[in-house]
């Protein structure tokens, strides 16, 4: 009897420490105010002001048209502000932002938490990963950690701090939704955006979010206006990359293979013959006289590791080549009819343009356009004798806030069919000179539009 009396009092102190623990726990996952306490003051309010041409438009014959009574006396110019957030990432005055917020600006005016006030200079920009870092004269600054956000797991939970609508070092918390969403295709950080349920708003973009660690996992760049609990943010790994690149010399050096990378479905891998199983990415397009093709790579040709690293996304497959240093050689291993193979390629330097696509690309207005041709006529099912094919979109340019996407195809500028790169250079020249803005005929699933794209008149 007094036995079993023990084994129950034993029992039951077990189940009051297992209590008292997991009470602990959960009173700990319900509070992020140590996090908050030890990093609000890293994170900054970011101000930044520029001078805008006010009558793009009404300057234009064609709106001239529709709209009668424009104000003559209209101001030409106005200045226009925009808020974002950023954080200290050195001791000595490095703040890492998005390039979105910092982009057109003239001044930037970066605020702290204790309220005082400072000018801030861009050191870089890199609009493939939407990342800016600026500096600040100040020294012995407290400066964020950022951690590893490939230990991420979906159901982590997040926490952002930053300055949505001007309401500074507000806080959030949610958890990793997804992981790797190209939200803007592959064109900005290569798809890798990490996305959360923290709530995120105009004004956060480029504050961190931060794993339960205390340490920066993301910044924040990207809301979808017409969702709820989608926000989306650059991961840090990549991020470490480019800041320090940004850091020593103020712009980003990329490798390069030339080639054009497309996933692979089932139904595509099983028609090459691929073994099941076996992922990749297939290469629609070798450029001549790039790495790719002096290493004997082929259209057609499945790359399925670079490195013993499985490649399946192309995302994955563009960072990669991305982060290598020019004049390093990588061991591709490729399949073609059957049979696999190594190749090693060495990889040059990515034009200063950044558009590693097509030859003869033209790059405008944030656009990259290339000619149509009998091959794109073919997959897009078109069959239009001119026009030129919108192959991306910057997202921080104005192409893109105009509403033009990738995929689109301009068939004509101010009553120009364009057939060439130069018709549609010669059609901005022209529109620089009369100072109105580009007007173009787009097309898209069936149906066409115009759009009109501002000039910067002083080019």
Same mark, same amino acid.
């Given at each position: 009897?007094?036995?079993?009396?023990?084994?129950?009092?034993?029992?039951?102190? #077990?189940?009051?420490?297992?209590?008292?623990? !997991?009470?602990?726990?959960?009173?700990?996952?319900?509070?992020?105010?140590?996090?908050?306490?030890?990093?609000?003051?890293?994170?900054?309010?970011?101000?930044?002001?520029?001078?805008?041409?006010?009558?793009?438009?009404?300057?234009?014959?064609?709106?001239?048209?529709?709209?009668?009574?424009?104000?003559?006396?209209?101001?030409?110019?106005?200045?226009?502000?925009?808020?974002?957030?950023?954080?200290?990432?050195?001791?000595?005055?490095? #703040?890492?932002?998005?390039?979105?917020?910092?982009?057109?600006?003239?001044?930037?005016?970066? @605020?702290?938490?204790?309220?005082?006030?400072?000018?801030?200079?861009?050191?870089?920009?890199?609009?493939?990963? &939407?990342?800016?870092?600026?500096?600040?004269?100040?020294?012995?600054?407290?400066?964020?950690?950022?951690?590893?956000?490939?230990?991420?797991?979906?159901?982590?939970?997040?926490?952002?701090?930053?300055?949505?609508?001007?309401?500074?070092?507000?806080? $959030?918390?949610?958890?990793?939704?997804?992981?790797?969403?190209?939200?803007?295709?592959?064109? @900005?950080?290569?798809?890798?955006?990490?996305?959360?349920?923290?709530?995120?708003?105009?004004?956060?973009?480029?504050?961190?979010?931060?794993?339960?660690?205390?340490?920066?996992?993301?910044?924040?760049?990207?809301?979808?206006?017409?969702?709820?609990?989608?926000?989306?943010?650059?991961?840090?790994?990549?991020?470490?990359?480019? !800041?320090?690149?940004?850091?020593?010399?103020?712009?980003? @050096?990329?490798?390069? !293979?030339?080639?054009?990378?497309?996933?692979?479905?089932?139904?595509?891998?099983?028609?090459?013959?691929?073994?099941?199983?076996?992922?990749?990415?297939?290469?629609?397009?070798?450029?001549?006289? $790039?790495?790719?093709?002096?290493?004997?790579?082929?259209?057609?040709?499945?790359?399925?590791?670079?490195?013993?690293?499985?490649?399946?996304?192309?995302?994955?497959?563009?960072?990669?080549?991305?982060?290598?240093?020019?004049?390093?050689?990588?061991?591709?291993?490729?399949?073609?009819?059957?049979?696999?193979?190594?190749?090693?390629?060495?990889?040059?330097?990515?034009? &200063?343009?950044?558009?590693?696509?097509?030859?003869?690309?033209?790059?405008?207005?944030?656009?990259?356009?290339?000619?149509?041709?009998?091959?794109?006529?073919?997959?897009?099912? @078109?069959?239009?004798?001119?026009?030129?094919?919108?192959?991306?979109?910057?997202?921080?340019?104005?192409?893109?806030?105009?509403?033009?996407?990738?995929?689109? #195809?301009?068939?004509?500028?101010?009553?120009?069919?364009?057939?060439?790169?130069?018709?549609?250079?010669?059609?901005?020249?022209?529109?620089?000179?009369?100072?109105?803005?580009?007007?173009?005929?787009?097309?898209?699933?069936?149906?066409?539009?115009?759009?009109?794209?501002?000039?910067?008149?002083?080019?």
């Amino acid at each position: 009897m007094k036995k079993l009396i023990r084994r129950k009092v034993v029992l039951l102190a #077990i189940i009051l420490i297992a209590v008292f623990n !997991f009470n602990q726990l959960f009173a700990h996952l319900n509070s992020f105010s140590s996090i908050v306490k030890s990093e609000r003051n890293k994170v900054v309010h970011i101000t930044t002001s520029s001078i805008v041409d006010n009558r793009h438009f009404f300057n234009d014959p064609f709106f001239e048209k529709f709209f009668k009574n424009i104000p003559k006396n209209m101001p030409k110019k106005k200045r226009e502000s925009a808020l974002g957030s950023g954080f200290f990432i050195s001791h000595d005055g490095y #703040i890492l932002t998005n390039n979105h917020v910092v982009a057109r600006a003239d001044k930037i005016e970066v @605020v702290l938490f204790n309220d005082k006030k400072y000018n801030a200079k861009v050191v870089g920009n890199d609009k493939m990963t &939407d990342l800016a870092l600026l500096k600040i004269d100040i020294e012995n600054h407290d400066y964020a950690e950022l951690g590893d956000s490939d230990e991420l797991e979906v159901g982590d939970w997040v926490l952002a701090i930053g300055n949505p609508l001007g309401l500074d070092h507000s806080v $959030t918390s949610g958890i990793i939704s997804a992981k790797e969403r190209g939200v803007f295709g592959n064109s @900005v950080a290569y798809g890798q955006f990490l996305q959360t349920d923290a709530a995120i708003n105009p004004g956060n973009s480029g504050g961190p979010l931060y794993n339960m660690d205390g340490k920066v996992v993301g910044i924040n760049s990207a809301i979808v206006a017409s969702g709820q609990g989608l926000g989306f943010a650059i991961p840090s790994n990549l991020a470490k990359k480019i !800041f320090k690149q940004l850091m020593k010399n103020g712009k980003v @050096v990329r490798g390069y !293979f030339g080639v054009i990378p497309q996933e692979l479905d089932e139904e595509l891998a099983k028609s090459f013959g691929l073994p099941e199983g076996t992922g990749g990415i297939i290469l629609t397009r070798v450029d001549d006289d $790039t790495p790719a093709y002096k290493a004997g790579l082929k259209q057609g040709d499945i790359i399925v590791e670079i490195e013993g690293k499985k490649i399946i996304k192309e995302g994955q497959f563009r960072q990669y080549i991305a982060e290598t240093m020019p004049g390093e050689s990588l061991s591709v291993k490729v399949f073609r009819q059957g049979k696999f193979f190594q190749k090693s390629v060495k990889v040059s330097k990515r034009p &200063d343009d950044e558009v590693a696509s097509f030859t003869g690309v033209s790059q405008d207005f944030g656009m990259q356009l290339v000619k149509l041709n009998n091959d794109l006529r073919s997959q897009l099912d @078109v069959n239009f004798e001119y026009g030129l094919y919108v192959y991306d979109v910057d997202p921080t340019e104005i192409a893109w806030e105009k509403g033009i996407r990738k995929g689109d #195809i301009i068939l004509e500028a101010r009553n120009n069919k364009l057939k060439s790169n130069d018709d549609f250079q010669e059609v901005v020249k022209e529109c620089r000179k009369l100072k109105i803005p580009v007007n173009l005929l787009v097309y898209r699933n069936g149906n066409v539009n115009f759009v009109a794209l501002p000039i910067d008149y002083n080019r």
